[in-house]
Structures are given as structure tokens and as C-alpha cells.
């Protein structure tokens, strides 16, 4: 089964400019169990309408990976804001029993043939998930220190792996503009 994998342009999530035709991705909503990361990021650019601001991001994602099977994890790094930084931190230092999480994303690339950007793989409406475990650790990890690919603002790492929840949800890619596809994440379970 092919898989989706995006490494993606950081300084270009930060600093969009038109000239440069680099994949780019958001996280546009985050709730980690009783913690909802704030959409903080404002001034992000929207790449299909580089004159506007999109509504608001969690964080900028540097790489995505899902083998697109429908009960595969997805797995997300992406630079969070200070603020969502210390309070992640401040719950992994706490016991961690709601292992729910809702989010919802949106990716980018650029069609040389269009000649513009277009949703490459997008959430609509969020996706609901449950964080993967690895042995008896989360699959959540925060970096102490920042990252150095944008001065500013101000970001950290955040890499997280998410199964589906037991139902059916959409999942949307697109190869290039107008070229689209669903795709089914998790499975109904029995009554």
C-alpha cells in the first residue's frame, strides 16, 4: 500500500514568499487529552491566497507520514509556540490518563503544471485519534530546547503519533490541482 510522506519547508511555513515552491504544512487544531494547544501562530500566509493570513496555527509541520491504511497511526513533527511549549510540559509531568486527541491539519504543495499551490492532504471535518504508545510510553515528545530553523518567533518541537478512534473518517489528498482523492481513517466498531 503506498504511503504519504511530506518532509516540509519550515522557513517557507514562517516566511512564505511566491517565488519559492516548497511543500508547506499547518496544524490548524490540537487537543491532547484535556490540553487544546492554542492557535497562536497568526500572521501565517495562506499559500492559495498568499495575500492573506490563515485563521490560526498550532503548528508548523516539517514532517508528515501516514502509510494510508485505515487503522495506520499518523505520525506529525511539527514547531509549536512557547506558550504551548510549557503547558504540554507542565501535563507530561502529570499522569496522562485521557489519551484522546482531536486535530485537524493541512498540508500544501505546488503544481508546476497550474502553476499555484493546492491542498495536497487536509482535514475536513477534524479527525479524531487516540495517542500511540510505544511499550509503555506515549508517542508525545516536546523538545526542551528551541529550534533553529526560524529565529523568530520562538518555536519548539512537538512529534506525535495518533491511531484512529474506532470510526470512519475522511481523509483528504490531492496529487495536483483538481486531482483529488478520499481516503477512509479508522473503522466502524461492532455495536
Known amino acids: 500500500m503506498p504511503q504519504f510522506a511530506r518532509s516540509l519547508d519550515i522557513y517557507q511555513g514562517f516566511n512564505f514568499k511566491k517565488d519559492v515552491q516548497t511543500?508547506?504544512?499547518f496544524v490548524t487544531k490540537l487537543e491532547l487529552g484535556d490540553v487544546v494547544l492554542a492557535a497562536d501562530q497568526t500572521s501565517i500566509k495562506d499559500p492559495e491566497q498568499p495575500g492573506q493570513n490563515l485563521a490560526g496555527v498550532v503548528g508548523v509541520i516539517n514532517h508528515?507520514?501516514?502509510?494510508?491504511g485505515t487503522t495506520d497511526a499518523m505520525y506529525l513533527s511539527m514547531q509549536i509556540s512557547v506558550k504551548n511549549k510549557t503547558d504540554l510540559?507542565?501535563?507530561?509531568?502529570?499522569s496522562w490518563t485521557d489519551m484522546n486527541v482531536t486535530f485537524a491539519y493541512v498540508l500544501y504543495e505546488y503544481d508546476p503544471v497550474e502553476k499555484k499551490y493546492f491542498k495536497s492532504n487536509w482535514t475536513e471535518p477534524e479527525l479524531k485519534g487516540i495517542l500511540e504508545k510505544n511499550g509503555n510510553d506515549l508517542n508525545l515528545s516536546v523538545a526542551d530546547d528551541p529550534s533553529t530553523e526560524v529565529q523568530s518567533p520562538k518555536v519548539y518541537a512537538l512529534q506525535l503519533g495518533v491511531k484512529p478512534q474506532t470510526e470512519e473518517q475522511t481523509v483528504h489528498m490531492a496529487t495536483g490541482v483538481n486531482k483529488n482523492?478520499?481516503?477512509?481513517w479508522g473503522i466502524?466498531?461492532?455495536?
Open 181 to 184: 482523492v478520499s481516503k477512509i
Open 64 to 68: 508528515y507520514l501516514w502509510e494510508t
Open 89 to 94: 510540559t507542565a501535563k507530561l509531568l502529570t
Open 23 to 25: 511543500p508547506v504544512g
Open 188 to 191: 466502524n466498531a461492532a455495536a
